[in-house]
T-cell receptor, first 114, second 114 residues
Framework: AQSVTQPDIHITVSEGASLELRCNYSYGATPYLFWYVQSPGQGLQLLLKYFSGDTLVQGIKGFEAEFKRSQSSFNLRKPSVHWSDAAEYFCAVGANSGNTPLVFGKGTRLSVIA | DAGVIQSPRHEVTEMGQEVTLRCKPISGHNSLFWYRQTMMRGLELLIYFNNNVPIDDSGMPEDRFSAKMPNASFSTLKIQPSEPRDSAVYFC????????????FGDGTRLSIL
C-alpha cells in the first residue's frame, strides 16, 4: 500500500520569499502524485498532479512540483509567496493499479508574514 | 460547472440527536468519498463508493455511523446517536473512478455536538 509523509507540520515564510514544501511517498512503482491546498473554511482544492512524463509539473496559482524518483519525493515550490498563499497544503499519492483511493499526508500549514 | 455540494454548511446539535449530512457529487463522477477532519487526527477517509456501491467502510469509526448512496447524484452520512467527540468538519469528495483521478472536494459541513 502506498503512503505519504509531509515532514513539516508548520512553515512560516516572508511575503515575496521562495517556498518549498516537502513530500515523500512510499510506493513500489511509479505513483500518481497530487498537491492540494485548503484555505480556512473551505475544502481541498487541487493545485497540480503528476502521472508520467516531464518530472516538473506546473499548477495553478504559480505553484510547481518536481517528481524525483531517486528520492521518492514530490516537493511543492513557489518562487515568490503572496500573503494569500497562507493555507494548509496536502500531498496525496495514488497507486497506479486497482481502485484504491488517494492517500493523503497530514498536511503542512503555511503562514506568511509581512 | 457546479462542484461538490454539501449541506448543511454548519450543524450544531445536542448529544444523542441524529445528524444527517448530505452530498451531491459532480455530475458524471462515479466515485464518492466521505472524510472527517479534526485537528488531532487530520483528514480521515471514512467510506467510499464506486457506482453507488460501498467499497470500503473500514474508516467508519463506529456503528453509530452509516452512509448511503441511493443514486449517482446523492449521498448521506448519518450519525445516530451523536456524541461530542463526533465534532469535526466532514468533507465529501467525488471523482471519476481510477487511481489517477483527482478528487474534487466540497466545502464541508462543520459539525458541533454539544
Amino acid at each position: 500500500a502506498q503512503s505519504v509523509t509531509q515532514p513539516d507540520i508548520h512553515i512560516t515564510v516572508s511575503e515575496g520569499a521562495s517556498l518549498e514544501l516537502r513530500c515523500n511517498y512510499s510506493y513500489g512503482a511509479t505513483p500518481y502524485l497530487f498537491w492540494y491546498v485548503q484555505s480556512p473554511g473551505q475544502g481541498l482544492q487541487l493545485l497540480l498532479k503528476y502521472f508520467s512524463g516531464d518530472t516538473l509539473v506546473q499548477g495553478i496559482k504559480g505553484f510547481e512540483a518536481e517528481f524525483k524518483r531517486s528520492q521518492s519525493s514530490f516537493n511543492l515550490r513557489k518562487p515568490s509567496v503572496h500573503w494569500s498563499d497562507a493555507a494548509e497544503y496536502f500531498c496525496a499519492v495514488g497507486a497506479n493499479s486497482g481502485n484504491t483511493p488517494l492517500v493523503f499526508g497530514k498536511g503542512t500549514r503555511l503562514s506568511v508574514i509581512a | 460547472d457546479a462542484g461538490v455540494i454539501q449541506s448543511p454548511r454548519h450543524e450544531v446539535t445536542e448529544m444523542g440527536q441524529e445528524v444527517t449530512l448530505r452530498c451531491k457529487p459532480i455530475s458524471g463522477h462515479n466515485s464518492l468519498f466521505w472524510y472527517r477532519q479534526t485537528m488531532m487526527r487530520g483528514l480521515e477517509l471514512l467510506i467510499y463508493f464506486n457506482n453507488n456501491v460501498p467499497i470500503d467502510d473500514s474508516g467508519m469509526p463506529e456503528d453509530r455511523f452509516s452512509a448511503k448512496m441511493p443514486n449517482a447524484s446523492f449521498s448521506t452520512l448519518k450519525i445516530q446517536p451523536s456524541e461530542p467527540r463526533d465534532s469535526a468538519v466532514y468533507f465529501c469528495a467525488s471523482s471519476w473512478t481510477g487511481p489517477n483521478q483527482p478528487q474534487h472536494f466540497g466545502d464541508g459541513t462543520r459539525l458541533s455536538i454539544l
